[in-house]
């Protein structure tokens, strides 16, 4: 896998033709900074703008008790700024409920079955492990239409630290319908990310980070998953990329370091309304002849 040639990346920069897959990243690599995310977030920024002043003043009509109808006319413009023209705080609840913060396409239910057929993922912030039993569902129906008889295993294991979880679980527990239709009821909680990955069942597995916060989160964890040995060498990242809802610029700098390929890149099942610009992202590590050295201590 080799960087692409000043030539690729000319013609890339005239917008004549896409850089190729899969590439070695090096810095400045346009992957986690396309022109569709770059004029998104403009958009978004004007619009947290637009939504302080909708605020004020639904917070002055309020207190001057305007009539409801002025009222509901501000709401409504406050929710088609938020969440898009035309959706509903319970329509976004609705995808948040099947999907979790973003969503998977048979498409790419598929290619990660694909990818990750023998080898399983380990998943850091699962939340309410919408995509870990997407991805379960997944492999376990493969088994079926094959009639293998391998033994089947726990193809994804899921963790969180249930701080921050997408959906209530006083609301949404495990008795009521979504977390019956939708949720991994094996997600486990996870209060040291160096202990769930240095356990040897995730060892080799595929990390799994889907719409991770923003921070250091999701650098932290890639970058303890890959010290731990040369056998932990794919991440699957779902999110927006630099300057987005998710990660930091120091996940997307180490990416971009010249150790990791990116494999592919695939569209997602955005959140109803186009305020969000996630993508699917493939990425292994390079493995330097002589310089990976595991560490099972």
């Known amino acids: 896998i080799h960087a692409p040639s000043g030539f690729q990346k000319a013609l890339a920069s005239l917008h004549l033709k896409a850089l190729p897959l899969p590439r070695r990243l090096l810095p400045n690599d346009p992957v986690f900074s396309d022109s569709t995310l770059k004029r998104g977030l403009r958009q978004r920024s004007r619009d947290e703008s637009s939504l302080k002043i909708l605020q004020e ?49 048979d498409d790419v239910l598929d290619a990660l079955f694909e990818l990750g057929d023998s080898r399983g993922y380990v998943e850091i912030g699962a939340g309410n492990g919408q995509w870990a039993r ?29 701080s921050e979880l997408p959906l209530s679980p006083e609301i949404y527990h495990e008795h009521t319908q979504p977390a019956n239709d939708y ?37 932290e964890t890639v ?59 493939i990425l292994q590590r390079i493995h330097h002849e002589g310089n990976d050295e595991r560490k099972d201590k």
């Open 57 to 105: 003043q639904v917070q002055k009509a309020v207190q001057q008790r305007k009539d409801m109808a002025h009222i509901r006319s501000l709401h409504e413009q406050f929710c088609a700024i938020a969440y898009g023209s035309g959706v509903t705080p319970q329509e976004r609840e609705d995808f948040v409920i099947r999907y979790g913060c973003t969503g998977w396409t």
């Open 134 to 162: 997407a991805l379960t569902d997944r492999y376990k129906q493969e088994l079926l239409n094959t009639s293998s008889n391998n033994k089947i295993f726990e193809y994804v294991l899921a963790y969180d630290d249930m």
């Open 183 to 219: 949720f991994y009821s094996r997600v486990q909680k996870c209060d040291s990310i160096q202990a769930v990955l240095g356990k040897w069942p995730c060892r080799g597995r595929i990390l799994l980070l889907v719409y991770p916060p923003p921070g250091p989160m999701a650098m």
């Open 223 to 281: 970058k303890t998953y890959a010290e731990l040995g040369p056998e932990n060498d794919m991440v699957v990242f779902v999110g927006e990329g630099r300057g987005g809802a998710n990660a930091n610029n120091e996940l997307f700098d180490y990416f971009e370091s010249g150790d990791w390929a990116i494999l592919r890149v695939l569209p997602v099942k955005p959140q109803p309304g186009g305020k969000g610009y996630e993508k699917l992202y």
